[in-house]
């Protein structure tokens, strides 16, 4: 899980940024991406894709990865945007932003002399490397995936409370059953992505 890595820091590299993102299959919401730049050779027990863990694991280990990382960066991309540029597009676009946001305990912005991405290429001239099953095989990868899970999960219990009936609290902004029946029921809200739901919604008509 740390080849990669290793082979940088062999190279001489200080600074190693990995970068994940989450909800990009979601129905609502923003997609939301985080960089993150950990010690070298440092591991976190139990860090893996945080699709793979329950959510009191991944809010155990956002804790241990927000304390020791070096500089951690969230970039956020809107459901209005990614109707007009497409999801793979925003997606980029919330990975660049957490790149440029990387900042460190005392709010220094770093920046890093290489990154790793989930299975993308960001615009940047900073030399990168979009990894296959990057969540899977990059341990810093994995660790931005957590952070950007937990930090997205906030938003959803944040948004429920302002956009009731979705239950985007319990699915996080999917296309559950009962979202896509709240959707035909009430309509669309606001932060629903109308590129994502218009299949549904001709189902109404």
């Known amino acids: 899980m740390f080849e990669i890595e290793r082979r940088l820091y062999d190279e001489g590299h200080r600074f190693v940024a990995c970068i994940d993102e989450v909800g990009r299959g979601c129905l609502f919401g923003d997609v939301v991406a985080c960089a993150i730049i950990l010690p070298q050779r440092y591991t976190i027990d139990g860090v893996r894709d945080s699709k793979k863990l329950s959510p009191s694991k991944r809010e155990k280990l956002n804790g241990y990865i927000l304390h020791d990382s070096i500089a951690v960066g969230l970039g956020r991309i809107t459901p209005a945007v990614i109707d007009r540029v497409n999801i793979k597009e925003a997606t980029r676009l919330a990975m660049k932003q957490a790149l440029d946001n990387l900042t460190d ?29 990057g969540d899977n095989i990059v341990h810093g990868i994995s660790a931005a995936s957590i952070v950007a899970k937990v930090f997205r999960d906030s938003l959803c219990i944040s948004w429920d409370k302002a956009y009731s009936g979705y239950d985007i609290a319990g699915n996080k902004g999917y296309g559950t059953a009962k979202h896509i029946q709240a959707l035909l029921e009430i309509g669309p809200a606001e932060l629903h992505r109308k590129s994502f739901i218009s299949k549904i919604m001709e189902g109404k008509k």
């Open 105 to 133: 305990k005392d709010g220094k912005r770093i920046i890093p002399s290489y990154v790793l991405i989930d299975a993308e290429r960001i615009q940047t001239d900073i030399p990168q490397l979009g990894v296959i099953d």
